[in-house]
């Protein structure tokens, strides 16, 4: 079974066993173009090569006879938007989850277009990220492009469409568009007035389990699979890493730290926040992710190893090393809670809770005892910390957790992952396969195809490879530090919006 991730640096395809296990994989990155403040995009027509050749080069690395391929399904990055003219041909690049060039009309959807009512239907908080406020910026700022969109898409149904010739967007992308009503599994129809589409411009509702197959035999050959091979439609990204790593069982928490990061949950049917902090999308029709993401991740320790440790990383290269391991040496060097330094790392604004595009970075509480060590320390605490701010809302909705379950680049070091064990004084497991976006994607195909009586299969494809309790002395640190932390951004929200206006000048 190939499972297929669309993701925001690179496609990847990984090849499993009907048991869960990796045969081969192959990766495919793009770039992402931003030459002005704000612009996140990237070529469509880029990324469908990508998860051409991701899908090629892994059947190939596999030496797998086209018959030996009994699915492809699909995971894909959500709150992608492209907007398509009457011959098909896209109008613009895909706009990405991470431009926030929409700010202002997620704003004034927000406090002046009864926003919050919105969300409350259709489980996507109003942040510039959504297509909902895409398309409010399109409509008003590039009227242009606006008026000559004969259709407006994601990522997946440009892909799909490519290869299939149907334009079909899954429940699971659509509920992450600002514009999909959870309750009636259809089009929100305030939602599409506000923002002036139509359903006719938007593509055809179907459930994740949709299966495609009837592909060109050309294109079949040259992805060495059958014209018949079933195409499962699948999900978004984030619940699918849940149904990856085996979080799926109430109490049960996926958190995934990329380059951005988020927590998840399941539930049995759709639950909105009355205070608007958390997601709500789908998995299947009995299935419901509700959490966060955050903006800021992996990208954290990256700005730390090329902006406050160039030396380090230069003399770690030099030595064979890699650069994050002797970054993590570093801060290993000194003890929880960084000697009363904190970092709040919205470098790239924020998303949950605080879902405030203008939110800006800071280190509090430096004093002349703080040096690089602390520093550092300090910044990988601070992006456990935004993780961490998410948990009371999930535990509000849908009761306590006693479990995560962590994936994503940052599992690799075992000070990152005590860190997480410590700041949310829980069990912290790292599942074996680190792929789960994919094998969630592959588990899914399996029960769309009949070939599993239920998700909970995953569990015997899951093992786990590093396991962490919390140290509770370092839990009592942290839990005086939190409420010091969380109280910094409600205190700046005014500052953020001012300070944010002067760097856009």
């Known amino acids: ?41 990237q070529d469509p027509a880029q990324i469908y090569a990508a998860v051409l050749s991701s899908i090629e080069n892994a059947v190939q690395q596999a030496q797998a006879r086209p018959e030996q391929v009994v699915l492809v399904s699909f995971s894909a990055a959500m709150h992608s938007l492209i907007a398509m003219d009457e011959n098909d041909r896209p109008l613009t690049n895909s706009i990405t ?53 004969a259709r407006f898409v994601g990522i997946k149904e440009y892909v799909f469409h490519r290869m299939f010739g149907q334009w079909l967007v899954d429940h699971s992308i659509a509920s992450a568009t600002g514009m999909f009503n959870l309750r009636e599994l259809n089009w929100d129809s305030g939602a599409l007035a506000l923002v002036g589409v139509t359903e006719a411009q938007l593509s055809a509702l179907v459930p994740t389990t949709y299966q495609v197959s009837d592909m060109a035999p050309a294109l079949a050959q040259q992805l060495g699979l059958l014209t018949t091979t079933p195409f499962v439609i699948g999900a978004n990204d984030g619940v699918l890493s849940n149904l990856g790593v085996n979080a799926i069982a109430p109490g049960q928490v996926a958190v995934t730290i990329g380059t951005s990061g988020a927590m998840r949950t399941v539930v049995a049917e759709p639950v909105t926040d009355p205070a608007g902090r958390t997601f709500c999308y789908a998995l299947t029709e009995n299935h419901w992710v509700v959490g966060g993401p955050i903006n800021n991740g992996g990208s954290i320790l990256r700005w730390v190893r090329d902006e406050l440790a160039t030396a380090e990383s230069a003399q770690a290269r030099q030595d064979g090393q890699d650069p994050y391991e002797a970054l993590m040496a570093i801060a290993g060097q000194v003890g929880a809670g960084a000697n009363g330094l904190l970092f709040h790392p919205y470098l790239a604004g924020e998303r949950a809770p605080l879902w405030n595009a203008d939110a800006r970075g800071s280190f509090f509480g430096l004093a002349l005892h703080h040096g690089k060590p602390q520093m550092i320390r300090a910044a990988l605490e601070g992006v456990i910390f935004s993780l961490y701010s998410i948990l009371p809302a999930v535990e509000e909705l849908i009761g306590p957790t006693r479990r995560m379950m962590a994936t994503g680049g940052f599992a690799r070091s075992a000070l990152w992952r005590q860190m997480m064990a410590d700041i949310f004084d829980r069990e912290v497991v790292v599942p074996e396969s680190v792929e789960s976006s994919c094998l969630g994607a592959a588990v899914l195909g399996l029960y769309a195809l009949g070939r599993i009586a239920s998700l909970d299969a995953i569990a015997a494809m899951v093992g786990s490879t590093h396991q962490h309790q919390p140290n509770a002395e370092n839990v009592a640190i942290y839990q005086q530090l939190w409420p010091i932390y969380a109280a910094i951004p409600k205190q700046l929200e005014q500052q953020y919006r001012e300070l944010a206006a002067f760097q856009r000048q």
Not at 120 to 138: E, F, N, Q, V, Y
């Open 1 to 41: 079974m190939l499972g297929v991730d669309i993701g925001t640096t690179s496609t990847k395809a990984v090849l499993f066993t009907i048991a869960g296990q990796v045969v081969a994989q192959h990766a495919v990155e793009y770039p992402l173009i931003s030459t002005i403040a704000d612009m996140a995009e």
């Open 97 to 149: 989850w991470a431009d926030n060039r929409a700010g202002e009309w997620a704003n004034k959807i927000r406090s002046e277009m009864d926003g919050h009512a919105i969300y409350l239907r259709t489980g996507t908080p109003i942040h510039p990220m959504s297509p909902l406020c895409k398309l409010m910026w399109l409509r008003h700022d590039h009227p242009d492009i606006f008026s000559r969109s």
